[in-house]
């Protein structure tokens, strides 16, 4: 097993190393807005939900080299304090990553990729109205890990709101995973499908004691 120590390694290296790693990612496909009202679209797959009581969610936003490291979702994060998380699903994964080119700040995203901006009701970023299941988040707080390329802001918000299509609830607040066909991020330009799966129950409280061995 080789041994790789990240100080000795150039960050595109070690970005190679972490996304194709830390897989498959959920893609967070984030909606702000700018102070002029500029609608934005932007997919995220540093994502994950980190409290349910209260319900929080977090991405990370990148830091790139050049005169603009903050993407355009981040300054209008730390703006407006508003955005809303859309679930990515296959239906609409072509336009969902033309929202990733790098675009001036003026481009309206949902006008770019042919989606539909849908009134949130808490929060004044529109959601997407082809996703299945939508979040309203207020900005609880961004953490700057580092200001490098290569770098990221850790942004976390606080879940005002959830939409849910109805066709993807079962028995109260369960989701139908085929139903909402999301994807996921591995490394590079390859995604993938969520539809192979197995359960695996969760073991019951540890006692302390070993368990016998079977057979004689």
Known sequence: ????DPAQYPAPDIYKLMIGLIVPRPIAFVSSLDAEGVRNL????????????PPVVCFCAAVREGPAPHKDTLENVMAAGEFVVNIGSEEFAAQMNLCSAEVPPDVDEFALSGLTPLPSELVKPPRVAESKAQMECRLRDIIHVSDKPGGG?????????????ENILVDGFRIDQDKLNAIGRMGGPTYTRTHDRFDMPRPGKATG???EKAGP
């Open 1 to 4: 097993m080789r041994a790789i």
């Open 42 to 53: 932007a997919p995220f797959s540093y994502f994950t939900g980190c409290s349910t009581n």
């Open 153 to 165: 802001s850790l942004v976390l918000g606080d879940v005002l709101r959830f939409h849910v299509s």
């Open 209 to 211: 004691s070993r368990p």
